[in-house]
Each structure stands twice: as structure tokens, then as C-alpha cells.
């Protein structure tokens, strides 16, 4: 089933942004979702998973810095990310995951959302 990411945007470095995901509802109550995102040339690399209690991980070049939260009233995943760095550019995704990173097939691939960081 298809997730829809939004909140994407060019934004200057020491900035913020929310990202957020619209997951179906049978998807929501029941798996962990993961945020990933592919730089231009890169491999595709996870950022975060969280449960659907709301319990957290990072991988360790966000941590400090980007919260993944969720809403059950919206069926909505958030990815608060603050003191952005040009690093950070990428297409940010949601999907399904463990919480070593790996995704998991319950979900497709969405279109993701763009974050750029320039000055």
C-alpha cells in the first residue's frame, strides 16, 4: 500500500524542517515505520525507525538532531529535522523497516520528498 511523503523543501544550513508521512491505516497500527534517503549518486540509507508506540532509532549520523515522532488520529509519521546540513540533501522516503534499518515489504515506495540544504 502506497504512503505519501511531504514537507520538503530548500532551506539554508542550521535549519529546520518537518517532514511527514500519511500511512494507511492497516499499515500504521501494525508495523514500524522507517524514514530512508537517497543523495544524488548514493546508495539509499536509512535515517530512523519508530514503533507504533512511538520508541525511536536513529542512525548516528542524525541522532542529536533529527526526532521521528507519530500521530494514530492522522495515521501520520513525522521527521523533525533541525540544525540541517548540506550533507542532509537527499529524497527523503518512508516505508516499512526494522529497527536495524532494513525495510520491510508491508508498504511500497512512495514518491518521496525532496530537502535541500544551500546557502
Known amino acids: 500500500e502506497q504512503v505519501v511523503e511531504s514537507g520538503g523543501a530548500l532551506v539554508q544550513p542550521g535549519g529546520s524542517l518537518r517532514l511527514s508521512c500519511v500511512v494507511p491505516?492497516?499499515?500504521?497500527?501494525?508495523?514500524?515505520m522507517g524514514w530512508y534517503r537517497q543523495a544524488p549518486g548514493k546508495e539509499r540509507e536509512w535515517v530512523a525507525t519508530?514503533?507504533?508506540?512511538?520508541?525511536?532509532a536513529y542512525a548516528d549520523s542524525v541522532k542529536g538532531r533529527f526526532t521521528a515522532t507519530n500521530d494514530a488520529v492522522t495515521n501520520t509519521v513525522y521527521l523533525q529535522m533541525n540544525d540541517l546540513k548540506p550533507e542532509d540533501t537527499a529524497v527523503y522516503y518512508c516505508?516499512?523497516?526494522?529497527?536495524?534499518?532494513?525495510?520491510?515489504?508491508?508498504?511500497?515506495w512512495g514518491q518521496g520528498t525532496q530537502v535541500t540544504v544551500a546557502s
Open positions: 491505516g492497516s499499515i500504521f497500527n501494525d508495523y514500524p
Open positions: 519508530i514503533s507504533t508506540a512511538g520508541v525511536a
Open positions: 516505508h516499512t523497516a526494522l529497527f536495524s534499518g532494513r525495510p520491510t515489504a508491508f508498504s511500497s
